[in-house]
């Protein structure tokens, strides 16, 4: 697996997660202030492994990791609502 596709996995998880506390703030109030969260999508192992490694190279003395285990990630799906086009003919 590339940098980049590294990259853009943990970015799509790293949006998620975010939202995923939004919409349950208890889950926010668990994670200890400064902590290395880790992702670990159960459907990716190959990526796990990758961010467990990473986190070992990151990781701070003292610090508490919080390692986030991911069973799945639903479809994505828009959230938009009246919808209309307006198709303009060509001149």
Do not use: C, W
Not at 41 to 66: C, F, R, W
């Amino acid at each position: 697996m590339t940098e980049e596709e590294v990259f853009v996995k943990n970015l799509i998880l790293s949006t998620e997660f975010d939202r995923y506390i939004l919409e349950h703030p208890d889950i926010a109030e668990k994670i200890p202030l400064n902590a290395q969260i880790v992702f670990l999508p159960e459907t990716d192992p190959e990526l796990s492994k990758i961010n467990i490694e990473m986190a070992k190279k990151q990781h701070e003395k003292g610090q508490i990791v919080v390692y986030v285990r991911i069973g799945s990630i639903a479809p994505q799906l828009s959230r938009l609502t009246k919808v209309n086009l307006e198709v303009a003919t060509a001149t």
